[in-house]
């Protein structure tokens, strides 16, 4: 079994079996509420799946908001550490980009577009699958003014995604275990740098 944990949109967690067949989930819309929900999502997707080993576990990478994102990722990995299973880094673009091509496989390119807060958008664009039935991406994913997402996508047809099926992260995630391959880094895709800097050193004072 996989286990998926994602919170670049709201907060979502999916277990699939071997084959992909989705065996539980339970999510939260709310984009703010991450810390207070994931304990109990976790807890019921697990307990819904019955008691069954779980042999990966897949963190969605984002792209997404620093606070948010980082919650989810240190869930799958503190959840990992303690079964000693592996974690598997991916892009979170990458699930609903599964949902569309599994509906309709001959889209032609697409753009996947999630919110990224202050009046900005994430786009990455995907056409079809490749090989290993990961879908493939063609542009790499960018932050783009929501004013400016019509024109930078230039005629591409835009898929605007408020929330994540954690079920498709996991397939994702199956897929690319089945091929031995790393879709990513384990560095989150935060595209903005969080607004908490360190402060700098304190100034010299004269005597």
Known sequence: MILAVDTSLGSAVAIVDGTGARLSDASSPDPLGHAEVIGDLLTRAIDDAGARMIAHVVAGMGPGPFTGLRIGIATARTFALGRGIDVLP??????????????????????????????????????????????????????????????HLAGIRAIDVAELDAAALARVGLRAAAAGRTLTGHEPLYLRQPDVTLPGAPKKVGT
């Open 90 to 151: 991916v892009p979170s673009h990458f699930a609903p980009a599964l949902t569309e091509l599994e509906r309709d496989a001959a889209a032609g390119p697409f753009a996947i577009v999630t919110d990224a807060r202050r009046r900005e958008v994430a786009i990455t664009v995907f056409d079809g699958l490749d090989a290993d039935g990961i879908p493939n991406i063609v542009a790499d994913t960018v932050l783009v003014p929501r004013v400016d997402a019509e024109a």
